[in-house]
C-alpha cells in the first residue's frame, strides 16, 4: 500500500506559522480532495480539514488551512499554540489501489 | 455521533481474532464504516471500508490485508465487524473504527481503538 510522503517532523515558536507538505501521485492527490487529521497518541485521531481546503467543523480554529497544487498538498498553522503539538496526517482517497491512503505523518512540536 | 470498539486482545501468529465496531447517533444502515490501524511506533494505516447497503454495500480492502480480513455488517445491531484471520506479527496494531462522514472515504468521527498484538 503506497502512502503519501510528509516530513517526519516541523516545529515552531509560539505564534509562528508552520506549514506541513504532503506528496502524492496523479492517482491520489492529482485526483482527489485531501484531508487532514491531527492525532495525538492515546486518543482518538481528528479531522481538521476535507476536500483540499474546507474545514470540517466550527471546533476546528480557523488559523488551519489546507491548501492542494497537482499532486502535492500543504496544511499551514498559524498563530502556533502549545496545543498544536501533535502527529499531523494527510490522507486522499487512490483510484488505482481503491483505497484510501495516509501520509507518512509529521510530528509537530512548539519550541 | 458514537463509534465504540471492542474485541481487541492478544493471539498467536496465524490465529484469529473479531473485533467490533457499535456505533450510536445516526441512521447506522446509511453509515459507511472504516477501519484504519496504528502498528507501535508507526503511523496510520487505512484497512478497509464497507458502504452502506443502500450504496451497494461494497466492501474495499487495503493491499495487506485482503484475502485474510473480512468486514461485515450487521444493521440491526449498528455494529459493524473486522474478521481478521491468519494473524501476522505485523498486523499487531491499534485498530480503529470510523464513520464515514462523507465520501469516498472522510472519517470525522472515530473510535477510541482496540488494541491487537499478534505474538508467540
Known amino acids: 500500500q503506497s502512502m503519501l510522503t510528509q516530513p517526519p517532523s516541523a516545529s515552531g515558536t509560539p505564534g509562528q506559522r508552520v506549514t506541513i507538505s504532503c506528496y502524492g501521485s496523479?492517482?491520489?492527490?492529482?485526483?482527489?480532495?485531501v484531508d487532514w487529521y491531527r492525532h495525538l497518541p492515546g486518543t482518538a485521531p481528528k479531522l481538521l480539514i476535507y476536500?483540499?481546503?474546507?474545514q470540517w467543523s466550527a471546533g476546528v480554529p480557523a488559523r488551519f488551512f489546507g491548501s492542494k497544487s497537482g499532486t502535492s498538498a500543504s496544511l499551514a498553522i498559524s498563530g502556533l499554540q502549545s496545543e498544536d503539538e501533535a502527529d499531523y496526517y494527510c490522507a486522499a482517497w487512490d483510484d488505482s489501489l481503491s483505497g484510501y491512503v495516509f501520509g507518512t505523518g509529521t510530528k509537530v512540536t512548539v519550541l | 455521533v458514537q463509534v465504540v470498539e471492542s474485541g481487541g486482545g492478544l493471539v498467536k501468529p496465524g490465529e484469529s481474532l473479531r473485533l467490533s465496531c457499535a456505533v450510536s447517533?445516526?441512521?447506522?444502515?446509511?453509515?459507511?464504516m472504516s477501519w484504519v490501524r496504528q502498528a507501535p511506533g508507526k503511523g496510520l494505516e487505512w484497512v478497509g471500508r464497507i458502504k452502506a447497503r443502500p450504496a451497494g454495500g461494497t466492501i474495499d480492502y487495503a493491499a495487506p490485508v485482503k484475502g485474510r480480513f473480512i468486514l461485515s455488517r450487521d444493521d440491526s445491531q449498528n455494529t459493524i465487524y473486522m474478521q481478521m484471520s491468519s494473524l501476522k506479527s505485523e498486523d499487531t496494531a491499534v485498530y480503529f473504527c470510523?464513520?464515514?462522514?462523507?465520501?469516498?472515504?472522510?472519517?470525522?468521527?472515530w473510535g477510541q481503538g482496540a488494541p491487537v498484538t499478534v505474538s508467540s
Open positions: 476536500n483540499d481546503n474546507s
Open positions: 447517533g445516526l441512521t447506522f444502515s446509511d453509515a459507511w
Open positions: 496523479t492517482s491520489n492527490i492529482g485526483r482527489n480532495g
Open positions: 470510523a464513520y464515514v462522514g462523507r465520501a469516498p472515504s472522510i472519517l470525522n468521527v
